[in-house]
């Protein structure tokens, strides 16, 4: 796993290794789906918490030439929760972007490491029992590294590390119209990864 984010932190700063797979004007379809449950019960009771998280995020991009890919995507979060008071809370996010990747091949394998830089606009809320308490808007900015392995000349499956994050946020109070600002600086190179799916065509 070291060495695998030692590579790809090479990749990140543009280190080139062979021309990647794909032609000018090529058009590449994929995205991320993620799917999370937890539950957590009461020793000796009939109660129980749960938490459900369902994610998509669908990117569409155009080949420049044989490294370099820019597009669009639309990341998604849907939550739901329920607590041990049986209280139930549900909340949206969504975020749309765009995004810039420059890839390079290792060697004549069929891996490639890519960076990648995006940035979105962000919204979402939070309802509890069907009623709106919050909303939330604001932008975010990632560079990130990641790995892709061409398993065909037109599909290929990618993971992706955490990288650095910028986001700014307004979370708003229904009830009392309150706004309050948050800004945050992520460092979640080591911490997170991602598996996706695209279509190059």
């Known amino acids: 796993m070291k060495k695998l984010i030692v590579l790809a932190a090479v990749a990140l700063f543009g280190t080139q290794v062979a021309k990647a797979q794909f032609s000018k004007g090529d058009v590449i379809l994929g995205g991320n789906l993620n799917v999370s449950t937890t539950t957590t019960k009461v020793k000796d009771a009939d109660q129980k918490k749960s938490d459900t998280k369902f ?23 849907f939550g739901s929760s329920k ?60 560079v ?11 599909f290929m499956i990618e993971g992706a590390f955490g990288g650095l994050t910028y986001g700014y946020d307004q979370n708003k109070l229904e009830a009392t119209g309150v706004k309050t600002n948050t800004s945050s600086f992520d460092f979640n190179f080591p911490k997170e990864f991602s598996l996706g799916v695209n279509w190059i065509f």
């Open 144 to 154: 990130l590294p990641g790995i892709t392995y061409f398993v065909t000349k037109h």
């Open 55 to 77: 994610g998509i995020s669908p990117k569409v991009g155009v080949a420049l030439n044989s490294n370099w890919v820019v597009g669009i995507f639309a990341k998604s979060e």
């Open 83 to 142: 607590s041990i008071l049986d209280v139930k809370t549900k909340t949206l996010d969504i975020t749309p972007g765009l995004f810039v990747r420059n890839y390079h091949m290792i060697g004549q394998s069929k891996f490639a490491f890519f960076a990648e830089a995006n940035a979105g606009y962000h919204f979402g809320n939070t309802k509890v029992e069907d009623d709106k308490i919050s909303t939330v808007n604001g932008f975010e900015v990632n």
